[in-house]
């Protein structure tokens, strides 16, 4: 190629001639006294550019002077008007008069270029501008030709810029010329007819041009280029010619071919392709655009591919390069960047156009049809597409994959490589039969590389057709099928209203049987609205998680308690909100929620049984283990000791019924099954859990009473007179762990609260002796609120925990009270022996406790039922035992009268009292205040009493000193 550099070109000719050497240019422009400076020629053009911008109806010249004319900003809001429209300035004053309101013009433009359009600008100031000075005015004028006018070639990665777009985006216009720079490179005026006639073939014959003509052939391509391209004369003919012109003027002039190159690829393109382009950039992202452009010029070139693959856009771009060699790079990776800019593709498409313009052309109707056919054909074999209707079809797979994409398992298990006709021939007689459509050609024909493509379009077309009536056929049947699947799926739905509606009965009366006998449901809808449903049946399931004093006030609010108590007592959270429920919502709303509840309610149910049967019957559900009746019964004598009769079989279904109808008689607890049902297994578990659960309210006495006097021996002389009362402030507890654990706590508790000092007392038993309350809060302890089933159990822990740990003491328990006490040598003599009522063990138990008390000091009750326990129940005896062990001896041994020996109380070192829990609304606790604190409060008082005065005082001064500047200013 001829370099047009004039500075490089002595000694070299192109086939326009022997070219010009700088020296010779500079030479004879001197001689005229037409040479400019280099600053004048980009004066020049960036005035004509901005003319040409800002230009109205009438074309009046607005910018004479460059430097000056933009001093009142009036044309310079005009030129950013024009070029960021439809966005710009509204509020600025177009004939100012003053200085203010000329720099306010300048200001508005400047901060509406840099703030609203994102353009950095150095160096560049209102009040340079508004003065006239040329280098912020040159770099502000050229910074928006860059802009707005110039595409960027290339990323910043890879080193590009506008100037190396542009000469590589002229060099592939103007091929087989080529230029080196932006300057000197254009003078002989050959460039730039070269970049005419490359967009505008035919324009200008480049043979007749006289390289040593530089002002004419810049005249002739600066006219042309206008006339033909519509880019404006921005630049003079002589200043292109000038070895001095610059880089920038040459570059601004160059921007006006940018957007006729661009209508003019996208118009070839358009014409060529249904998915019409509107850019040149992000429309070409996706790669379809060049897919279909290619498939237009030749069917079937290359088919579909997702928009985000990358590796098939790759491929489609090595193909292109295969057959139709650009020497243009452009990887896939670059032409799917979102910023990949307009002069990188279209320089792309324009190489790519004059190799597609060399292909031959045929019948268009043919190609139309090929085309179409091409398409459906890999639509329906993606994975073994075609390029051609001759050779691809040679083997017969792709006919096979056709009818198979169609017809599922048409023609499977032949081998057709190697041209085989005899296998082709096969598949063409099973598509006559199948579809009763005769090919024109046999197999062997079909396998011929020379087949004629007319003939394979023409029966692939038929056979399109007999595809598309077959897939009628096909449709009319899969209808038959949607019907009747249609009618299997009403089926499946009554069949699941069914079991809904039995699932919903059997809930019905698992909540029935737990709400019995105080309430009774008949709908999972206005029955639940007030709240007192729901109420009861989390009170059956546990007592007490929703207090009764809490249930007052209006529906919503007693959703809203019962919702909350439930997700802290059993972690069941609600789909609806408390104002939902008590309004009108729909019945499964309320089914699903109380289904939620069923698996709680059967692990408290369960863990409540298993602690009350012994080991060998404890079960992990209420199905199939329930069926013999063993547990049921065991369960009656647990609960209701001595109601079976001595007798009883629980395998006899007559007496099992019998003790039936007397608990519903008796203790009016009545089971919703017969007792055959229940042994035959006939019985839904969750009603039959529901009637145990009745079986809770059926304490065990003499278990609570047991337990309750351990608790009092161990606390003494505090005491208790029941499992669910005195234990709200925590003291009590407290106690009783101090007692177990020979050590306190604290020495007093250091919290003000109930919730607390229960939480304090209960965190003390964990920590000392392992024992934890796993069934229920502190703060349900604080509120009164724990059953006499989970005090049973979690006071059970601490009393097995005693026990294990006095193991020794235990053991000298069983030897018996009177034993023991000898061992320490302590023992009553004859004459109190004789002193004491014969056969009475209460008597006996309490003298020993008064001559224990001699040596020891201890506290222990004196209670009767105490007493007659003392030798028989192991536990109150271990707890007496360990009181003596582990109390201190007496220095002054304290004599006991022998009235005192015989009284119903035992002495105290302090008053003994029955505790029992403050009302629900005492929920603080006061504690008394040390001197040191009241100390303190006194001195905190006195400091805040100075500060007070001191501030006082200072109000005072400034006030006094404000009048007296009021008055003497006023005398004044």
């Not at 509107?278 to 070409?284: G, K, R």
């Not at 859990?689 to 304490?699: K, L, M, T, V």
């Not at 805040?944 to 501030?951: D, E, P, R, S």
């Amino acid at each position: 190629m001829a370099n047009l550099n004039p500075d490089s070109a002595q000694g070299k000719r192109s086939r326009f001639g022997e070219l010009p050497t700088l020296s010779t240019i500079v030479r004879e422009t001197a001689k005229s006294g037409q040479e400019k400076d280099w600053k004048e020629i980009q004066s020049n053009t960036f005035k004509n550019w901005s003319n040409y911008i800002i230009k109205d109806q009438t074309d009046e010249v607005k910018v004479n002077d460059l430097l000056m004319d933009f001093s009142t900003g009036v044309n310079l809001v005009e030129l950013i008007n024009h070029l960021a429209h439809p966005r710009g300035i509204k509020d600025y004053v177009k004939k100012p008069k003053t200085e203010f309101q000329k720099l306010d013009n300048l200001y508005k433009a400047l901060n509406f270029i840099q703030k609203d359009e994102g353009i950095k600008l150095v160096g560049i100031g209102a009040e340079d501008l508004k003065e006239g000075k040329e280098k912020p005015i040159m770099g502000l004028i050229w910074t928006l030709i860059k802009h707005y006018k110039i595409k960027k070639g290339g990323s910043e990665k890879e080193g590009g810029s506008e100037r190396q777009a542009l000469l590589k985006w002229a060099n592939v216009i103007i091929d087989p010329e080529h230029v080196g720079n932006l300057k000197s490179d254009w003078n002989s005026g050959i460039p730039v007819c070269a970049l005419v006639d490359g967009l505008a073939p035919g324009t200008i014959d480049l043979n007749r041009l006289d390289p040593n003509e530089g002002d004419a052939n810049c005249e002739l391509g600066i006219t042309k280029a206008h006339e033909a391209l519509n880019v404006p004369k921005l630049i003079a003919a002589e200043d292109m010619n000038n070895p001095k012109v610059d880089e920038l003027s040459m570059m601004t002039y160059l921007s006006g071919f940018i957007s006729p190159f661009d209508q003019l690829m996208l118009d070839w393109v358009n014409s060529k392709i249904a998915n019409k382009a509107t850019n040149l950039s992000t429309d070409w992202n996706s790669g379809a655009r060049l897919r279909d452009l290619l498939n237009a010029h030749v069917p079937g070139f290359y088919q579909g591919f997702a928009d985000d693959d990358e590796d098939a856009l790759q491929g489609l771009l090595d193909k292109i390069e295969q057959e139709f060699p650009t020497n243009y790079p452009l990887s896939a990776k670059k032409m799917k960047d979102p910023n990949v800019d307009g002069l990188t593709i279209g320089c792309y498409l324009y190489k790519l156009k004059s190799q597609l313009d060399q292909i031959p052309t045929e019948d268009p109707e043919f190609m139309r049809e090929k085309g179409e056919l091409m398409l459906w054909v890999n639509e329906k074999i993606p994975h073994h597409k075609a390029s051609n209707f001759n050779t691809d079809w040679n083997d017969g797979t792709r006919l096979r994959d056709l009818m198979n994409a169609h017809i599922p398992g048409f023609y499977e298990g032949f081998d057709f490589e190697g041209g085989s006709g005899g296998g082709y021939q096969q598949l063409l007689d099973k598509i006559g039969t199948k579809l009763n459509y005769i090919c024109p050609l046999s197999g062997d024909e079909f396998s011929d590389p020379n087949v004629d493509e007319r003939v394979v379009v023409t029966y692939l077309k038929g056979l399109r057709d007999k595809l598309r009536d077959y897939e009628i056929s096909e449709q009319e049947r899969l209808e038959r099928e949607r019907l009747a699947r249609l009618a299997r799926e009403r089926l499946e739905r009554e069949e699941a209203l069914r079991l809904y509606e039995a699932q919903k009965a059997d809930l019905m009366q698992w909540v029935n049987e737990m709400i019995w006998p105080l309430l009774s449901i008949n709908n999972f809808e206005a029955d639940w609205r007030n709240a007192e449903v729901i109420t009861a049946l989390l009170n059956s399931i546990r007592a007490g998680t929703v207090l009764q004093s809490y249930v007052a006030g209006n529906s919503k609010e007693k959703w809203d308690r019962a919702l909350v108590a439930a997700e802290n007592n059993f972690g069941v959270k609600a789909k609806s909100t408390g104002y939902e429920f008590s309004r009108d919502l729909d019945e499964r709303e309320y089914i699903s929620y109380v289904s939620t509840l069923l698996e709680p309610f059967n692990i408290e149910l369960l863990q409540w049984v298993n602690f009350t049967l012994e080991a060998r019957l404890r079960s992990k559900n209420f199905g199939e283990n329930w069926q013999d009746g063993s547990r049921l019964a065991a369960l009656v004598e647990a609960t209701v000791p001595g109601f079976l009769p001595k007798d009883f079989n629980y395998q006899d279904s007559h007496q099992g019924q019998e003790v039936l109808a007397r608990l519903h008689r008796d203790l009016a607890n009545k089971c919703p099954y017969c007792y055959q049902e229940i042994i035959m297994g006939r019985y839904e578990p969750a009603i039959l859990a529901a009637y145990i659960n009745r079986f809770r309210n059926i304490q065990k006495p003499h278990d609570s009473n047991d337990l309750l006097r351990w608790v009092n021996c161990m606390i003494a002389p505090v005491q208790i007179t029941s499992l669910t009362r005195g234990w709200s402030n925590g003291e009590v507890l407290r106690m009783l762990v101090n007692a177990i654990a020979e050590r306190r706590t604290s020495d007093s508790l250091q919290v003000s609260s109930r919730d607390d000092m229960c939480r304090d007392a209960i965190d003390a038993g964990g920590a000392l002796l392992g024992v934890h309350a796993r069934n229920f809060t502190a703060h349900e302890l604080a509120l009164g609120n724990v059953d006499e089933f989970r005090m049973r159990q979690y006071l059970s822990e601490y009393r097995d925990k005693f026990m294990r740990k006095n193991d020794s003491t235990a053991g000298a328990a069983r030897n018996g009270v009177e034993v023991a006490m000898e061992e320490k040598g302590i023992r009553l003599s004859e004459e109190e022996l004789a002193a004491l009522p014969p056969n009475d063990e209460v008597a006996k138990n309490r003298a020993l406790i008064s001559a224990a008390a001699e040596r020891y000091v201890f506290n222990f009750p004196s209670d009767k039922d105490i007493l007659q326990k003392l030798d028989t129940d192991i536990h109150i005896t271990t707890a007496f035992l360990y009181k003596i062990k582990s109390a201190p001896e007496r220095k002054v041994p304290t004599p006991v009268s022998p009235a005192s020996s015989h009284t119903e109380s035992a002495p105290v070192p302090y008053p003994s009292r029955d505790v029992e829990d403050p009302p629900v609304e005492d929920t603080k606790l006061i504690k008394p205040q040390d001197k040191s604190m009241s100390t303190r409060k006194k001195v905190q008082c006195c400091i805040i009493t100075i500060v007070i005065i001191a501030a006082l005082l200072i109000i005072a001064i400034l006030v006094g000193t404000f009048i007296g500047l009021a008055v003497g200013v006023w005398r004044i």
